[in-house]
């Protein structure tokens, strides 16, 4: 009898997780990290490199707990390189907000290793503002337990950025109305350009849309924004250079030789020397572009970029853009469709030298060949070995996994389209960032939980494509 009891006594200590036992990076791509499994509805992940080698993942969470009850609260956590988490289990809640839906918002760390957070919020008697936080690595707040407001206002708030400068300050960007204001904070978030920030006004009879906020050269930032004339008018991109003391040092048209997507706010990459490297896709045709701005407001491309494939008979949507500073190339991707009743979609990519010729041939070469299913949330970063993009697959409704693939200098796939996630879900708003070490981390909206509620899901791809530790 002794020995019988004891051995169900063992049993069920084998089947019981170790209290000390810590999530990590997943080598299966049917598993992947959950960041912070919970029944609530969790959203918008960033990811960014810590200076450990890991990542800090942010995220909105829908938490019924919050007061108010639910509600997007702005979440974050903080992973170790083995991605192990280095905060409380399900992440911290920086902000509990009423907030019944979301906009973008901005994530950076610092030279420090401090994360810059910037969103929009309704915690006070202002209505909606703009909120930024510092962030330390062991989560503390360093700019107060409820962060800097740096916005309000009755006119409209949103897309809140934020960045890190060279010189150690830290800048916002935010729409305001149809305008956009910037602000500058010091270490202890003091404001640096004035109570109410700088205004980027727009002319008369258009609006501007911040697109994205980045540190250029000597304490410098780059923004970049969409200029629009109305619903139905022309929707082109621009981008302004501020100093460190606030002042415009060029102001560049991206694109205007046609019109974006309504709606569609590209993203950008710096080159590392205080210029800033684009990619976005117009329509009619629907064919994505590149442009490289130097440090002094140069175009090194021709005017409104270069095309990523001459072959207009395609759609070439949702690109992504890297770029090496080693040789000054520019990389994009795409996701290459086939117009017709029936979905025919791909990747392709192109290489583009200094001055913006193409190098992988007048249409770019093919990454995943044509499939049935739609490609959403192409993302893209630069690697040592090449450029590597990341992709989410959807056969049908809810049905997606995640692909991979890395190309070295001269087009030739190092990594062939190799799995990621291949557990069968809805996924959204794939980001991707490269960590301090060079391994890929990558972050998703993942719907797999047991209540369908997305959750947020991360993997780590190392430099040769293998997945976990």
Known sequence: MKNSSLAVALAALLL??????????????????????????????????????????????????????????????????????QWVAGGIRFADLGMSSTQDYGLDVDASGNALLA????????????????????????????????????????????????????????????????????????????????????????????????????????????????????????????????????????????SLQFGNFPAFVTDGVGGAVFGWYEVSPLQSRAQHIRADGSEAFPHNGTPGSTNTADNQVNPSVSYDPATGSTYLFWDEQLPGPFTNEGISAQKFNTAGAVQWGATGIVVQPFTSSAVINVTSVFTAAGPSVVWSSEPAFAQDTIMGAKLNASGALICPPFAVSSFVSSKSRLDLTLSSSGVTFAAWSDGRTANGNPNIYAQDIKADCTLGQ
Not at 136 to 161: E, H, R, S, Y
């Open 16 to 85: 019981t997780p170790l209290s000390g036992a810590r999530a990590q990076w997943s080598s299966d791509p049917m598993v992947n990290l959950a960041v912070a499994p919970k029944p609530e509805m969790q959203v918008q992940p960033k990811v960014r490199p810590a200076l450990d080698g890991g990542c800090y993942i942010s995220w909105f969470d829908d938490n019924p707990k919050g007061h108010p009850p639910y509600g997007y609260d702005v979440y974050m956590q903080r992973l170790d390189a083995s991605g192990v988490a």
């Open 119 to 258: 969103f929009l919020d309704d915690r006070n008697r202002h209505g909606i503002s703009v909120t930024v936080m510092m962030v330390d690595p062991t989560g503390a707040q360093l700019w107060g337990n409820g962060g800097i407001m740096v916005g309000k206002g009755t006119q409209f708030l949103g897309n809140p950025k934020i960045t890190a400068t060279s010189d150690g300050f830290a800048v916002a960007g935010w729409i305001n109305g149809n305008n956009l204001t910037l602000q500058k904070m010091d270490a202890v978030g003091n404001r640096q350009w004035g109570p109410a920030g700088i205004t980027i006004t727009a002319p008369a009879g258009l609006t501007y849309s911040m697109a994205d906020l980045h540190a250029g050269d000597n304490g410098s930032v780059i923004v970049s924004f969409v200029s629009a004339a109305g619903f139905s008018g022309p929707k082109y991109l621009l981008a302004d250079k501020l100093s460190s003391t606030g002042a415009v040092v060029w102001a560049a048209t991206v694109f205007d030789g046609g």
